[in-house]
């Protein structure tokens, strides 16, 4: 790890046809079909486009890994039971924001290290310092009159929905809230958290980046609007998931939660069936 960190990454050897394993960067996938009956095929046909042109490439299997929304339209033949439930499989909005500042003094001065849950309104739910990580030539800053980052998180939705409305509400307003809006609550929740330790935006903030993902984390249910299926399932990522020919799925949203523990586990699934099936 510690040759990682500032070392440049040589993309041109992901691709090379020595490589056991090859990551072919640029190039969606487009469409995924069986070779003739899927009940009966030994290949699956994937193609995908790269530099403009659609290409293909055969397989004994293929692995989905992609957001589950996106199968219905991919994926060939998929069966309807599993095509509804990985269609209502939406994603939850996220944004994240990054604030370089000429000092930490006010975090110092307030003993703080960052906040939660700042309030209704505000659209970000939690902030705190950069984590104190020196490694490999990245030296972090112990001198709190040194630079340093501060890290917003933020979960856009509408209060009194039901999950699945709330998070579509959130996405649009996620992507018609324009830069000035996001920059203007920064300032604000510093201006409003710092105080007591004299923070001035006008003078400490020196760059601002915004990072929104809109189809975010996979769904996580919750009652009362799930309990169609919740909690004893099956939950649409199960019905979505389940193998088709030699087609199988990973993805956190097999598992309906959103973090690399889950997509581990759901990677681990798919090459099991897989193996199985082969």
Known sequence: ?????LAPLAYERLDAASNRVRIRLGSPVVRVKHVGDPDTASEVEVAYVQGGALKTVRAKGAIMACWYSMLPYIVDD?????REAAASQGRVPLAYANVQVRSRRAFDEMKVWGGRDVGPGV???????DWPVSMGGYEYPTNYDEPGVIHFSGHPTKADLPLHEAVKAGREDM??????????????????????????????IQAITVNR???????EYVT?????????GPLPGDVASRPFGRITFANTDRISRAYADSAIDAAHSAVVEQLGGM
């Open 1 to 5: 790890m510690e040759d990682e960190v």
């Open 78 to 82: 998929y069966p309807t039971e599993q």
């Open 123 to 129: 659209a970000w739910t939690h902030f705190y310092l």
């Open 175 to 204: 992507f018609t809230t324009p830069f000035a809006d996001y920059e203007r609550s920064l300032r604000e929740l510093l201006a409003r958290s710092l105080a007591a330790g004299g923070f001035d935006p006008a003078e400490e």
């Open 213 to 219: 993902w809109a189809h975010g984390y996979s769904m």
């Open 224 to 232: 009362p609007w799930d309990n169609d299926f919740y909690p004893d």
